[in-house]
């Protein structure tokens, strides 16, 4: 079991759709992440919100837009996807994210599928 | 591009003997480097980080950071089939960001 949590597990969506990813943690971390992966690749990197605010955007499309609401809490609110936008998200958190004694902590994912 | 490189395997190493994963990166500030066991359709699970020079141990595992070299390995002592997943390593670079290496997949021989 993860001390992170994330719904939906798995979700299907059309390219018209609007639909929200959530991630919760309650470790008392300051730091929450959103990486991407696709089949047999390695996550890639998406937003890091540090104190509840955006610290970093890794040039991501604006059909995915970030909202952290408080230090527990992280969505992902996605518009207009693409079929190649299909892929697992994590949510990660860690102590702080300029802490080199921080490891990320990740959430079981969600399964988006856009058709 | 600061990168993290991983040989993708896949390594097979029979039961009971010692699985040796290594990692180098480009980026000669990075701070700390991690290593991440992922089982298929998982997500990824920390075993293990070190940010000094020298051998880490957490009971089966061993990681080995060499800052002069930029290289990092995870040792698995007395393997076992369960250990077979993809380990991926990790490290935080100068902007703080946490960036993953490909992933080496280990099959561990029973």
């Known amino acids: 079991d993860t001390e992170v949590t994330q719904t939906p597990k798995h979700l299907v969506m059309g390219m018209t759709n609007k639909k929200s990813l959530k991630c919760e943690q309650h470790?008392?971390?300051?730091?929450m992440y959103w990486y991407k992966q696709k089949a047999k690749k390695p996550p890639e990197l998406m937003f890091v919100?540090?104190?509840?605010?955006?610290?970093i955007n890794e040039s991501v499309p604006s059909r995915f837009s970030p909202e952290c609401p408080n230090s527990s809490l992280l969505n992902l609110h996605l518009h207009a996807l693409q079929p190649e936008d299909s892929a697992l998200y994590l949510c990660?958190?860690?102590?702080?994210?300029?802490?080199?004694?921080?490891?990320?902590?990740f959430g079981n994912g969600t399964r988006l599928t856009v058709t | 591009q600061k990168e993290v490189e991983q040989n993708s395997g896949p390594l097979s190493v029979p039961e009971g003997a010692i699985a040796s994963l290594n990692c180098t990166y480009s980026d000669r500030g990075s701070q700390s480097f991690f290593w991440y066991r992922q089982y298929s359709g998982k997500s990824p699970e920390l075993i293990m980080f070190i940010y000094s020079n020298g051998d880490k141990e957490d009971g089966r595992f061993t990681a080995q950071l060499n800052k002069a070299s930029q290289y990092v390995s995870l040792l698995i002592r007395d393997s076992q089939p369960s250990d077979s997943a993809t380990y991926l390593c990790?490290?935080?670079?100068?902007?703080?960001?946490?960036?993953f290496g490909k992933g080496t997949r280990l099959h561990i021989l029973p």
């Open positions: 470790m008392g971390h300051r730091a």
């Open positions: 919100y540090s104190y509840e605010k955006l610290s």
């Open positions: 990660a958190s860690s102590q702080r994210q300029d802490n080199y004694n921080s490891p990320l902590h």
């Open positions: 990790a490290a935080m670079n100068r902007d703080d960001k946490i960036i």
